[in-house]
């Protein structure tokens, strides 16, 4: 007898994290754009940075989010070219996902939403240091405002994204 069909672990428990970043993005509860921009963000890291530093972030995400950053990994024979700024990754991410993050739009700062939105949903899944070791793969700019952040968010009146430079 066949056995009726399951999802996926991954596919059950992706809204629970990709809510609160629709939520810090102003977009309803759970919403396909807000899935497309956090794909966009993994596709990003898992494009621009060299194998060894993504499989350190990829390690300690979340179940979703791994299942996520496998779908859009594509390794590349060549190292990618280095991102020494956050300024940097961000160009990238709007480079690389121009319909998502259109140039003269309101891009940039659109990709600098989607990272500290997800990076703050992360935290909430994983443990400090396991943050940590997420944090430590972005250009040292990125990881001093990220954390910084992380730590304004924990409280209420001080969680705002911060703005792109």
Not at 42 to 56: E, G, L, N
Not at 104 to 131: C, R
Request: net charge negative; charged share 20%.
């Amino acid at each position: 007898m066949k056995e009726s069909p399951r999802y996926q672990p991954h596919l059950i428990y992706l809204p629970e994290i990709i809510a609160p970043i629709a939520s810090e993005l102003g977009h309803p509860d759970y919403s396909k754009k807000t899935l497309a921009l956090v794909e966009s963000l993994f596709s990003t890291i898992c494009q621009s940075f060299p194998f060894s530093r993504v499989v350190q972030f990829f390690t300690v995400l979340p179940l979703p989010l791994q299942a996520l950053t496998v779908e859009q990994w594509k390794i590349e024979e060549l190292l990618p070219a280095p991102i020494d700024t956050l300024s940097d990754f961000l160009d990238e991410i709007v480079d690389s996902h121009p319909k998502l993050f259109p140039k003269n739009k309101g891009g940039k700062e659109l990709a600098n939403n989607t990272l500290f939105a997800t990076m703050k949903a992360i935290s909430n899944h994983v443990s400090p240091q396991e943050m940590q070791q997420i944090i430590s793969i972005f250009p040292d700019d990125a990881q001093e405002r990220i954390q910084a952040f992380l730590l304004l968010s924990h409280h209420p009146d001080q969680g705002l994204i911060p703005p792109t430079k």
